[in-house]
T-cell receptor, first 117, second 112 residues
Framework: AQTVTQSQPEMSVQEAETVTLSCTYD???????LFWYKQPPSRQMILVIR??????QNATENRFSVNFQKAAKSFSLKISDSQLGDTAMYFC??????????????FGKGTLLTVNP | NAGVTQTPKFRILKIGQSMTLQCTQD?????MYWYRQDPGMGLKLIYY???????DKGEVPNGYNVSRSTTEDFPLRLELAAPSQTSVYFC???FGRGAEAFFGQGTRLTVV
């Protein structure tokens, strides 16, 4: 079974600084997709960034970038120039086919990030 | 553009009662998922569907049932509610195959 592990339950960072959230996953497959979702206090889940396993280039979206290490099964999220609005729960997620077109989406336990002024 | 709509937003059930959580999406997504979110436990997959008429169990299916008679709707049924089912429930949909998942606003359910 695919598993996603986020080893940091909580983190904090000062405004304008950089922070990295960790995520590891377990799979024997070679074709899969990885995501980071953000859940602010409003409870709405928002996609931050996604990565396709067959692409070696790390994805970036403005201040957000990932460090994808396929051999190590690691997918960390780097937030640069942290802003107060980045305060949220961050979930790492993994999507893989469990047979044919049967795509299951699995989440980690989340990391609560607090950005301090 | 409604996206994914969940109803109700809040509900209090008594032990042993039953209810259905509704989920509707208007994006013509084949894939739909139900998750429960408990503090410190992340999102756990209850059931998912890859298309109308096709459903499959996730990590924590016990105590729940689903059906998918149309592409748009994916209701989650709780039979004989138990305090362990107190949680926030999220419905999500996606085109699948690495596409972004869209989530409803969640349903906060309390079983007393």
């Amino acid at each position: 079974a695919q598993t996603v592990t986020q080893s940091q339950p909580e983190m904090s960072v000062q405004e304008a600084e950089t922070v990295t959230l960790s995520c590891t996953y377990d799979t024997s497959e070679s074709n899969y997709y990885l995501f980071w979702y953000k859940q602010p206090p409003s409870r709405q889940m928002i996609l931050v960034i996604r990565q396709e396993a067959y692409k070696q280039q790390n994805a970036t979206e403005n201040r957000f970038s990932v460090n994808f290490q396929k051999a190590a099964k690691s997918f960390s999220l780097k937030i640069s120039d942290s802003q107060l609005g980045d305060t949220a729960m961050y979930f790492c997620a993994f999507m893989m086919s469990s047979g044919g077109s049967n795509y299951k989406l699995t989440f980690g336990k989340g990391t609560l990030l607090t950005v301090n002024p | 553009n409604a996206g994914v709509t969940q109803t109700p937003k809040f509900r209090i059930l008594k032990i042993g009662q039953s209810m259905t959580l509704q989920c509707t999406q208007d994006m013509n997504h084949n894939y739909m998922y139900w998750y429960r979110q408990d503090p410190g436990m992340g999102l756990k997959l209850i059931y998912y569907s890859v298309g109308a008429g096709i459903t499959d169990k996730g990590e924590v299916p016990n105590g729940y049932n689903v059906s998918r008679s149309t592409t748009e709707d994916f209701p989650l049924r709780l039979e004989l509610a138990a305090p362990s089912q107190t949680s926030v429930y999220f419905c999500a949909s996606t085109f699948g195959r690495g596409a972004e998942a869209f989530f409803g606003q969640g349903t906060r359910l309390t079983v007393v």
